[in-house]
């Protein structure tokens, strides 16, 4: 497609319900980067892909967030037992480089997460 | 480690007037700086970035930005705003010394920009 596509746009979740945040990525964009941002703050790095390979996961806050993207394209963010706390907009971002450039980022919309 | 620093939570100008939003930050090696804009329920969009060389960068919109290797500042600048300027502005830091960053980007906390009639 021509932008990064995100889905579901929103999500409502009772506390402790797992839920699954999907990217899109621009087609042959090599790196992909998922960011949490909540109200009022700048996005925080939580994970980074270079194709299939997860080579920076430095930023997910718990062990009960999960990213992966398997065949180096789609990637799937995984809460499990959901808090609170998660409520927050998740971003997807790609970049066309995978090395050292100086990669522009091109942003999905989010997907917002509620935690109730 | 790196780090951004945006110290005004929201900018007001008038139409017409220039304006200046704030960003410093702080790395271990060499930065690569950007400068991003978000509006309401869209996503961040890319407006410039300062790779090397000339220390004026222009991007979209009739933006600028003055990269300053001393004040560690990268301060965004345009001439003459418009009421359509108005949206939330992200400064963000990639450190280019080994070990530092990686590859990611470090944003800051975002200074909202309004632009008044």
């Known amino acids: 497609g021509a932008g990064v596509s995100q889905s579901p746009r929103y999500k409502v979740a009772k506390r402790g319900q797992d839920v699954a945040l999907r990217c899109d990525p621009i087609s042959g964009h090599v790196s992909l980067f998922w960011y949490q941002q909540a109200l009022g703050q700048g996005p925080e790095f939580l994970t980074y892909f270079q194709n299939e390979a997860q080579l920076d996961k430095s930023g997910l806050p718990s062990d009960r967030f999960f990213a992966e993207r398997p065949e180096g394209s789609v990637s799937t963010l995984k809460i499990q037992r959901t808090q609170q706390e998660d409520s927050a907009v998740y971003l997807c971002?790609?970049?066309?480089?995978?090395?050292?450039?100086?990669?522009?980022?091109?942003f999905g919309a989010g997907s917002r997460l509620t935690v109730l | 480690a790196q780090s951004v620093a945006q110290p005004e939570d929201q900018v007001n100008v008038a139409e017409g007037n220039p304006l200046t939003v704030k960003c410093t930050y702080s790395?271990?090696?060499?930065?690569?700086l950007f400068w991003y804009v978000q509006y309401p329920n869209r996503g961040l969009q890319f407006l410039l970035k300062y790779i090397t060389g000339d220390n004026l960068v222009k991007g979209s919109y009739g933006f600028e930005a003055e990269f300053n290797k001393s004040q560690t500042s990268f301060h965004l600048k345009k001439p003459s705003a418009l009421v359509s300027d108005s949206a939330l502005y992200f400064c963000a830091v990639r450190d280019l010394h080994r070990g530092g960053g990686g590859n990611k980007l470090t944003f800051g906390t975002g200074t909202q920009l309004k632009v008044e009639l």
């Open positions: 790395v271990s090696g060499n930065p690569y």
């Open positions: 971002a790609s970049s066309l480089d995978g090395g050292v450039g100086a990669n522009v980022l091109t």
